[in-house]
């Protein structure tokens, strides 16, 4: 079975393609299958893991926070016997991302930070404070993003309304890829993100010498997108994009323009020997 220990966790992951690693990260392995991992293996080496605490990984005890989540990619890289590895991520993924390539700068080949932010106002964190009373009482969290503004009565829903209904949303049910395996597990991954603040190491990121791609989607909150484009600012050299009509779930609302975003920027940077196999119209970029 494709199992090992990183980090002292027994992690699940999927290892397909060959040539430069890539590694796919958020949450469950399963989300990134259908598309990205059957896109990016015919040009690299492809690895997506079960998180802590979600799909068949284990779940150790204690708080966790971004750099425990990084700590496990490096024993996964360690484990596989990959030296660097381009790290790509979404939501609490692009997070990671980050944080490994401040923590581990010597093992990452390229970063792709997707659909976050930098850190949390009060809104947000008011947000992840519902998602936890969500989740202890049973229900689904993260159906819709946090606000931008105190007057707005929620945030925009996380995926494209309709979704669900359409075939693309119909497959995924199939898939089941929630944020936690049990409510434990799914408070504990809230509660690190609600702690979450890049700005402290403002000056590390600025000395970041690795190709870094910020990616977050038109229709998501505001303060996501300002967030996004302020992360972008703080490190210098990196590049910026917004998907047009697409929502915090992009990857798999619109894998299309997804997979050509990351494939394009890799190749731009030399780390891909083949053009995007699908064409790119990027609302916004700034490089």
């Known amino acids: 079975m494709p199992r090992l220990t990183a980090n002292g966790v027994e992690l699940y992951y999927e290892d397909l393609g060959e040539g430069l690693p890539l590694v796919l990260q958020a949450h469950h392995h399963q989300a990134w299958m259908p598309f990205q991992v059957a896109y990016f293996s015919q040009f690299y080496r492809v690895i997506t893991f079960d998180r802590r605490g979600t799909g068949r990984s284990g779940s150790p005890d204690g708080e966790w926070r971004a750099a425990d989540f990084a700590a496990d990619l490096l024993g996964l890289l360690d484990g596989l016997d990959i030296d660097r590895a381009i790290v790509a991520g979404a939501s609490l993924g692009g997070v990671i991302a980050c944080q490994f390539g401040l923590d581990f700068p010597d093992r990452s080949l390229a970063l792709v930070i ?7 106002d009060e809104l947000s964190r008011d947000w992840l404070d519902d998602q936890i009373d969500i989740v202890e009482s049973g229900g689904r969290p993260i159906v ?7 007057w707005q009565s929620e945030g925009p829903p ?6 669900s209904d359409s075939d693309l949303g119909r497959l995924f049910a199939t898939m089941p890829a929630p944020v936690g395996r049990t409510p434990a597990d799914a408070t504990r991954m809230l509660r690190a993100m609600r702690v979450w603040d890049v700005r402290p190491r403002a000056a590390e990121l600025a000395a970041l010498s690795v190709p870094v791609l910020v990616l977050v989607g038109g229709n998501e909150p505001q303060q ?3 967030g996004s484009y302020e992360w972008h600012k703080m490190i210098p050299g990196s590049e910026f994009v917004i998907l047009p009509n697409a929502h915090h779930g992009a990857a798999r609302e619109d894998p299309l323009a997804w997979n050509a975003a990351v494939h394009g920027f890799l190749q731009r940077h030399g780390l891909s020997s083949e053009a995007p196999l699908m064409p790119y119209n990027a609302f916004a970029t700034d490089r």
């Open 158 to 163: 996380t995926q494209r309304p309709g979704f």
């Open 114 to 120: 997707g659909h976050t932010v930098p850190w949390l």
């Open 224 to 226: 996501t997108i300002t």
């Open 144 to 150: 819709s993003q946090p606000r931008s503004f105190p």
